[in-house]
């Protein structure tokens, strides 16, 4: 006698029902199609079915077994299908159920280690998020507390103002002693300065364009600002071209919402790209005229750090989420993620066009390959957070600062620092920040020594002599912490912003002061442009600063 699948199908569903088993026959009725066949129940005798309805019993306790015990919730276990229990002994089912209980386990753990993880990166962007405004608090008090002393007369650490001309200049007690041949000190008068407005909250960073006059600037209001600063005295100019580069995210209405601040931002070799860092997690790539171009979305928190490489066919960079990203400028997909931090990512540099050094909060240093998967070197040493890292010209020498009030020097070549300049020479707060100056071999000023500035919150900078290891220059004029220094193009001048709202230019050969300017608000960052006639400054009350820098001109 001849058994349909069908009619076998028909049976074994009416059984089930009749027995109580409604979820088992209802899964069983569908996965059969058994509402599809056209069956005469009484053409099939019940003994031919009572081998597949025991397996089908064991099945059934067993699942009922394990729901009781709670192994399995509901609606997570795979039941069995009907070609399994026509198929498989009551063994190689038990064996096919652990399997798939081990499976559904496995998965939920995998959905517990998620929300955990997430958990953990939730809380950790809140401590960031309260550690930025802590800091923009301590900004916020310095500042009123400046007003202030401004406002009592309190100008002993302060440029004084010279009573020919009204222009603001330094008392000569005050004045790190210049050599013979050092220039006569003095204040850049408003004439020699552009105030740009326009931005509506603090201004942190400022880049200008290695091609032309343009300058960008990243802000806490959500955007990044392009300007065409025209060619002549600053102060006469007429308010630069402006353009605005607004970062913004979708929510769920499809309603634009704004994401948060521009926190860094480069341009590529030749200009004609401009890559912004953002708190939302994003990078995003510019056009020059200020067209969005791509938005790089991978990172899981704020991104503090972004650079091109020369090449300018990769952009890095480092983030809250203790990774760096190298991304294909090109098409703006990842090309490689890097996750050797236990700690946020808080700055990254190039060495070269594929390799490059990572540092973090949790004190280490790494240097990486793009297409390696691990790092090539580890630098520790620090005992506290690495704040920055830059390469020298020459990509042999990695410098580093940190809050543990010391600047380290670094070589592919040793797993140790080979300079630690700290100790009685050293600062006595956090460094902030350092710069290479560009001379020495490899660079645009071969004939001039290696320097390396650093910057601390002690509102000292120190100029460090590579080649004998030791301090240069220590120089003090500024009051309150220093957050920026940049070299001119020839390497000859130095740069400097701080919070007590003045921008200082100091001759690197000697550590003279050799011009100054008192601005509105505390600065950020400082950057000079490619011929070296202008300095920009950023600030906390919301302007961009342009400073004309002419070494032959001297008030008396």
């Known amino acids: 006698m001849s058994v349909t699948s069908d ?61 009781e015990e709670g192994d399995v919730p509901d609606g997570e276990f795979s039941p069995l299908t009907p070609h399994e229990l026509l198929t498989k002994d009551v063994d190689e089912l038990k064996s096919v159920v652990k399997e798939r209980r081990d499976h559904a386990e496995k998965e939920r753990e995998r959905e517990r280690e998620k929300e955990r993880e997430k958990e953990k990166r939730e809380k950790e962007f809140e401590r960031e998020k309260e550690r930025m405004r802590e800091r923009k608090r301590e900004r916020e008090e310095r500042d009123r507390e400046g007003d202030r002393d401004m406002q009592e ?73 392009i300007w065409s600063i025209p060619d002549g005295s600053s102060g006469s100019s007429t308010s630069p071209k402006e353009l605005v580069l607004t970062h913004l995210n979708r929510n769920k209405k499809n309603e634009e919402e704004k994401s948060k601040d521009v926190t860094t931002l480069d341009w590529n070799g030749d200009g004609t790209l401009l890559a912004t860092g953002s708190y939302d997690g994003q990078a995003r790539i510019w056009s020059r005229d200020g067209k969005l171009k791509k938005t790089l979305n991978k990172h899981n928190g704020p991104i503090f750090s972004l650079k091109w490489n020369k090449k300018g066919d990769y952009l890095l960079s480092g983030s809250v989420d203790k990774t760096a990203i190298v991304w294909d400028a090109k098409t703006g997909e990842v090309r490689q993620q890097f996750q050797h931090h236990q700690q946020p990512t808080l700055d990254v540099d190039w060495r070269n066009n594929q390799s490059f050094a990572t540092c973090s909060t949790d004190k280490m240093i790494y240097v990486c390959k793009v297409g390696e998967k691990e790092y090539l070197k580890k630098f520790e040493g620090h005992e506290d957070e690495v704040n920055a890292i830059k390469w020298d010209p020459t990509g042999t020498l990695l410098a580093s600062c940190s809050d543990d009030r010391t600047a380290k020097i670094w070589s592919m070549k040793n797993d140790y620092c080979i300079h630690d300049f700290g100790g009685a020479e050293g600062h006595t ?126 008030f008396s």
Not at 188 to 203: A, C, Q, Y
Not at 463 to 473: T, Y
Not at 525 to 547: H, I, L, P, R, Y
């Open 7 to 67: 009619e076998i199908n028909f049976l074994v569903y009416r059984y089930l029902q009749e027995s109580g088993f409604l979820h088992a026959a209802f899964t069983f009725g569908y996965e059969s199609y058994v509402h599809n066949a056209n069956i005469n129940a009484g053409s099939v005798p019940p003994g031919a079915l009572i081998s597949f309805i025991q397996k089908g019993l064991h099945y059934l306790e067993l699942e009922a077994n394990l729901n």
């Open 153 to 225: 007369g309190d100008e002993n650490n302060r440029p004084r103002p010279m009573e020919e001309d009204g222009a603001q200049g330094l008392s000569s007690d005050k004045v790190n002693p210049p050599s013979s041949s050092a220039t006569v000190p003095y204040s850049i008068p408003d004439s020699d300065v552009l105030i740009l407005n326009g931005h509506t909250s603090e201004v942190f960073i400022c880049a200008w364009s290695p091609s032309s006059s343009l300058l960008a600037s990243g802000s806490g209001d959500s955007t990044a600002r």
């Open 429 to 554: 707060k956090e460094i902030y920040t350092i710069k290479w100056s560009p001379t020495g071999p490899n660079s645009d000023n071969p004939n001039l020594a290696l320097l390396l500035a650093s910057a601390s919150f002690d509102a000292t900078i120190k100029l460090w002599d590579i080649e004998r290891g030791e301090m240069k220059h220590n120089l003090t004029e500024h009051t309150e912490p220093v957050y920026s220094v940049s070299f001119s193009p020839s390497g000859e001048y130095l740069a400097s912003g701080s919070f007590d709202k003045c921008l200082h230019i100091w001759s690197a050969k000697d550590g003279s002061l050799v011009r100054t300017y008192q601005g509105k608000g505390g600065i950020f960052e400082v950057c000079w442009n490619q011929s070296g006639d202008k300095v920009a400054a950023c600030c906390v009350n919301e302007t961009v600063c342009v400073v004309d820098f002419n070494t032959g001109k001297v």
